[in-house]
């Protein structure tokens, strides 16, 4: 594969060059992972359909910039299942050196989810360009050729076998391994029906553009036309079309003109005017079409392996639960998918270069079995929606385990933030002015410091020395506000709120609109109360009986019934009076009140 070598004079720095001696990647040296195939006719229409279907260039992109936030580390598995490895291991170097930069390895799994997504390949391929810059590119199979002397041509460009690393990745094919496979592969048929569709559509739109079709008129029909002096004479067809065609062209340009309003008059017998036809070139543009594409993505969406609703949107979800939709994405697609290539590049990459040596001079080159111990690791932390987590980023940090820049980061700072060592003694000078510590612990840091106050402490020998006061508590951060991501019990608890809010908002709209008899064209029964002033004195009469439902459900979700039910009514009436819209952030404040009152 290829061998890592270290910058003269910076022995303990990170390598960066790879290509140099990248010697190892070859066809016969690894046939299964360099085999000389193209793309094949399938992958070719997959790849067609991302350039023409947008619905699906969009699905295949959001799988690249979902993989692009995930980080790579090395790996080793002692028995117990893989371990991260240090950043100063060989194998972290290794995966270092992958790509060059943290910012090459998220381009690089961009274009790998792409590829993996499209054609389920990808070439992955090293070299060294005129000016000796190292350079990594993502490749499709076609940009790709392995010679029979064992050189590469890459774009046209020849490359000798020891001066690029060529890697093939893939997604096997269940039943024929060596073979690539993707979710776009089932989806082609699905595809090709998108795009027929929209087809017909935009030919029925160009249709209708090019021609307005014929209109066959009878020549026993007289029109009233004028000549050129002004006189209303009758007039043929051809006199009569002239005239249409003027009344139409000032009444496009000026709406205002009164020829758009006035009927053009045409007399004839009854039989004659059922003679009138008019010929179009193109069918009848109905919903059929529109309504078939829309069933068309929805089944796209159903093929591709992300969840149904990055394509369909969130419309039949809500606010709780469409955190989940990201979760699930990560949990049940992308994991899976970046595993697959962590797994792909430790095969290809990490484990043949340890077996040649580790990518150093001095390193004894591993055994397979020792090899095989190593992998590559994936980091989908920066994927996730993460909690608020400065209380228990703060409550760590006051007991001593936390470190300052992980403490700024977590509460939303920067480590740039942080006091520099005169701004920290100038902090702890005023804490020991204000009495919050110990006196033995203002003589012991202090001294650290470098301020001797001359206080005589207890292992000193006898005499007056101050009276020892104890430490005021550390202040607790129980209290702490925070926005943790709701459990699944939370989630389908506030969910349910929500529509026994709007049904008691619907049952008070329906009793304020009989109470008025006043009815708002276009505003539904659950907004009613936005456009009619309620009292306190009416609350009462509109929420009567508004909670019966809540006893029903409060076991399921292990709270007690009757205290939802108050916390749900108070926040009902607050908006009621308030005539404020529904608010699901201030609606899970009150019913957070649970926790309070538990």
Known sequence: MARLRKPKGASDLPPKSLIASAKRVTASKDPS????????????????????????????????????????????????????????????????????????????????????????????????????VEQWEILSPSRVTINSDESYTIDGKHFGKNDAVVLRIWRPHPVVKNQATSPSRAALPILSEIERLTMHVAAQVDSRLASAGILFLPNQMAFAVKNEDGVTITGNADAFVEV???????????????????????????EIIDNVSHMQFWSELDNHAIELRTEAIRRLALSMDMPPEILTGTGDTNHWSSWSIDESSIKSHTEPLLNRIADDLATGYLRPILMEGGGEDNEIPMSPEDARSYGIGVDTAEMRLRPNRSAEALELWDRGVLKAETLAVETGFKPGDIQDKAEHQRWFLDKVASGQTTPEIVEAALRALGVDLNVIMPSEPTGDRPEVHEARPTPSLEDHPTRDIPDENEIAMLAACEVLVFRALERAGNRLKNKTQRKIPGVAASETYMFHKVDTGTLDFVLEDAWSAVDRFASRWGVNGERLSDCLDAYTRAILVEQKPHDPEMMRGFVNLLKVTS
């Open 33 to 132: 992972r360099l085999a000389t195939r193209s793309g094949t006719a399938w992958a070719d229409a997959a790849w067609h359909f991302y350039d023409t279907v947008g619905e699906y260039a969009y699905a295949v992109n959001w799988v690249g910039n979902l993989l692009s936030r995930a980080k790579l580390y090395a790996t080793r598995d002692y028995g117990e299942g893989p371990v991260r490895l240090p950043a100063d291991d060989p194998a972290s170097r290794l995966v270092d050196a992958l790509f060059y930069d943290e910012q090459g390895r998220s381009t690089a799994l961009q274009q790998i989810g792409v590829h993996y997504t499209v054609a389920g390949e990808a070439y992955i391929v090293g070299y060294e360009d005129d000016q000796g």
């Open 244 to 270: 249409l065609q003027d009344v139409m062209g000032r009444a496009i340009n000026n709406r205002e003109d009164a020829s758009a309003l006035v009927p053009i008059v045409v007399t004839a017998d009854g």
